[in-house]
């Protein structure tokens, strides 16, 4: 008795049709890549102090450049959505917040905190002058 049906419910497309819970899962994921990729662009801020005042500068102009200043934003967004979903997970570990409703107000709320705090973060970065 074989049944024409996905495997998955992760084939989104031609069986299931996006929903917030499926994006946030994906994008939970993505943003762990680019925070993993992002560590690596620490590294290379932390290398250039080390190497001196000249190497620093070239790499501080790199990031005060305006693809410098969308990547340390972008990056910013990644963490802020990270940690707030992680917390939403580490939740769901302890069995609460399962019921529709409930994961619908999770997800929004976790879409809202990383923006505004992304937003904040971006906000005292470049009224201290951190990332001019």
Same mark, same amino acid.
């Given at each position: 008795?074989?049944?024409?049906?996905?495997?998955?419910?992760?084939?989104?497309?031609?069986?299931?049709?996006?929903?917030?819970? @499926? *994006?946030?899962?994906?994008?939970?994921? +993505? =943003?762990?890549?680019? &925070? /993993?990729?992002?560590?690596?662009? !620490?590294?290379?801020?932390?290398?250039?102090? @080390? *190497?001196?005042?000249?190497?620093?500068? +070239? =790499?501080?102009?790199? &990031? /005060?450049?305006?693809?410098?200043? !969308?990547?340390?934003?972008?990056?910013?967004?990644?963490?802020?959505?990270?940690?707030?979903?992680?917390?939403?997970?580490?939740?769901?570990?302890?069995?609460?917040?399962?019921?529709?409703?409930?994961?619908?107000?999770?997800?929004?709320?976790?879409?809202?905190?990383?923006?505004?705090?992304?937003?904040?973060?971006?906000?005292?970065?470049?009224?201290?002058?951190?990332?001019?």
């Amino acid at each position: 008795m074989s049944q024409k049906r996905p495997m998955s419910p992760f084939m989104i497309g031609p069986y299931y049709r996006p929903q917030i819970t @499926s *994006m946030m899962s994906i994008l939970h994921r +993505a =943003t762990g890549v680019i &925070l /993993a990729l992002g560590s690596l662009a !620490l590294v290379w801020v932390l290398v250039s102090l @080390s *190497m001196g005042e000249t190497a620093f500068a +070239a =790499t501080r102009s790199c &990031l /005060a450049s305006p693809y410098g200043k !969308l990547a340390l934003a972008g990056f910013a967004f990644c963490l802020m959505y990270h940690l707030f979903n992680g917390i939403r997970h580490l939740f769901w570990d302890t069995g609460r917040g399962f019921d529709i409703p409930a994961v619908y107000r999770s997800g929004y709320a976790v879409i809202v905190l990383s923006l505004l705090s992304t937003a904040i973060i971006w906000w005292l970065a470049t009224s201290s002058g951190g990332a001019a």
